[in-house]
């Protein structure tokens, strides 16, 4: 049971609960009237500390697509941050007025802070360089769709494959949100392509050790590319570079073009959690094992399932 429960790290949920997730989304895909009206009368806070576009209108459309409504800001500008208000003291109010919070704040932890000033249930939707639980779901869902296999729980689903994040895996927290994620199963591969200044963190590194999950660590895409089923590319996260030349240096140091895909096999599929800068040229997306469009939509749904679980208007 997911009611009343928040989301600030993709293990909050277990194994199970994330496949009845999966199962909801694919129900509420297939059935657009599914849930229609079911949170009639709820409201969602948005509070954006940092710019967004996909998550907080995936999250705003999931909302009215089940009914609801909703209330925030985008632009802290806007908000009483400026005026120089704690964020406990935000999240107290937003939740004196909505019934479930998701937020996205440039600071590591502050989901979590949130959730403990909280009567309602906090979504974390991205704090700084260290989560990001629901484009995980996003990205664990298209992956299922797109390569598992049919009835099957997501475990069984994506045993074998070999995941390949490739860019800025040093501040990249859909990276570690979704590396983290799929340590817990098992006959998994996960090869990381980063230069040695974007490595993935310790800790993440780490917890795969534990895990027994084999993992590989390499400077080069090309090498890389032939053994991978699915190809997970994130843009460099300027906003969380000390300073600029640093990140003029690294910033196009992967750019997948169509003479890469030619290394790849015929059924990998390209995922980003968007947005895209150079990483990807534009002519890629013509190939038909580009999935990162249709990744955003998968996120909608699987944000319509959240809520409706959180909200408790589904068991
Ligand atoms: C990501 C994020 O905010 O971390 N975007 C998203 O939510 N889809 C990735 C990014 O900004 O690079």
New binding site residues.
Partial sequence: MLAGRSLIEPLNFSVEEMDDLFALAERIEEDGAYLRDSCRGKLLATLFF?P????RLSFEAAMLRLGGSCLGFADPGSSSAAKGESLADTVRMAAAYADAIVM?NPKEGAALLASRYSPVPVIN??DGGHH?PT?TLTDLLTIKRLRGKPGAGLGDSIGGLTVGFCG?LRF???VHSLAKALARYDNIRLVFVSPPELQAPEYITRLLAREHIEYLETGGLEEAMPGLDVLYM??V?RERFFNEEDYIRLKDTYVLNREKMKLAKKNLIILH???RVNEIAVEVDADSRAAYFKQ?KY?MYVRMALLASVLGVVD
């Fill in positions: 940092e967004s576009t996909r998550t996205r939707a991205g990001h484009q800025d990249g927290r859909t994130t843009r996260q959690p968007l947005p955003a996120g």
